[in-house]
């Protein structure tokens, strides 16, 4: 099946800290997505990118779909402790198909 | 909150045993999907429903059977479980036609 390449697969970080993460593939995609998964529930819609080149923040995260089509990648600044979970990244390559691909996740932990 | 729940949260049971986990859906939503969640493969889709008996078959779908007799209800049956089939089972819906997925809170099983 189609494959997202996520890295790196963990991270241990000191608070306050930033954080980067990224999704590559061999395929287009159309839509990339980052997800936040905590303990015990299920992940979460972080941001949501729909062109090439697209850059888009949410409070203190920042996605950029790649020019390429085929990489995405987030930025998280100033880490705080809730920021401690996986981040799967998703993609949909046909639109209308309501198909996702995800990656295998980054684990994200953070020393206080 | 996307109105997902989804039932048993957590079950345990025996090799060769049917098991039937349900996703219920408040909102009418007309795509529903079936996820299963393992460590180093992120999500990866069994099966999916465009409609009251509209399915496909996602990447793992072998081993996993679907129904949706009304919008609100997708249930995923496994016939005869295996020990391969122990796994966190989330139910996802999309409310636009952008690929966003919104998942419920999972379903552990265990398959001894």
């Known amino acids: 099946g189609q494959q997202l390449n996520q890295s790196p697969q963990s991270m241990f970080i000191q608070e306050g800290e930033d954080v980067s993460m990224n999704c590559t593939s061999s395929?287009?995609?159309?839509?990339w997505l980052w997800y936040k998964q905590d303990p015990g529930e299920g992940p979460v819609l972080l941001i949501a990118?729909?062109?090439?080149?697209e850059l888009t923040s949410n409070g203190r995260l920042t996605a950029q779909f790649g020019i390429t089509r085929k990489d995405s990648f987030l930025n998280i600044s100033a880490s705080i402790p809730s920021d401690v979970g996986i981040y799967f990244c998703?993609?949909?390559?046909?639109?209308?198909?309501?198909?996702?691909?995800f990656g295998q996740g980054t684990r994200l932990t953070i020393n206080p | 909150d996307a109105g997902i729940t989804q039932s048993p949260r957590h079950k345990v049971t025996e090799t060769g045993t049917p098991v039937t986990l349900r996703c219920h859906q408040t909102?009418?939503?007309?795509?529903m999907y079936w996820y299963r969640q393992d460590p180093g493969h992120g999500l990866r889709l069994i099966h999916y429903?465009?409609?009251?008996?509209?399915?496909d078959k996602g990447e793992v779908s072998d081993g996993y059977s679907v129904s949706r007799s009304k919008t609100e209800d997708f249930l995923l049956t496994l016939e005869s479980a295996t020990s391969s089939q122990t796994s966190v089972y989330f139910c996802?819906?999309?409310?636009?036609?952008?690929?966003?997925?919104?998942f419920g809170e999972g379903s552990r099983l265990t398959v001894l």
């Open positions: 990118l729909y062109k090439a080149g």
């Open positions: 909102e009418n939503h007309r795509y």
């Open positions: 996802a819906i999309t409310t636009t036609q952008g690929g966003e997925l919104f």
């Open positions: 998703a993609g949909q390559q046909i639109q209308g198909a309501q198909k996702l691909v």
């Open positions: 429903s465009y409609g009251v008996k509209d399915t």
């Open positions: 395929s287009i995609f159309n839509t």
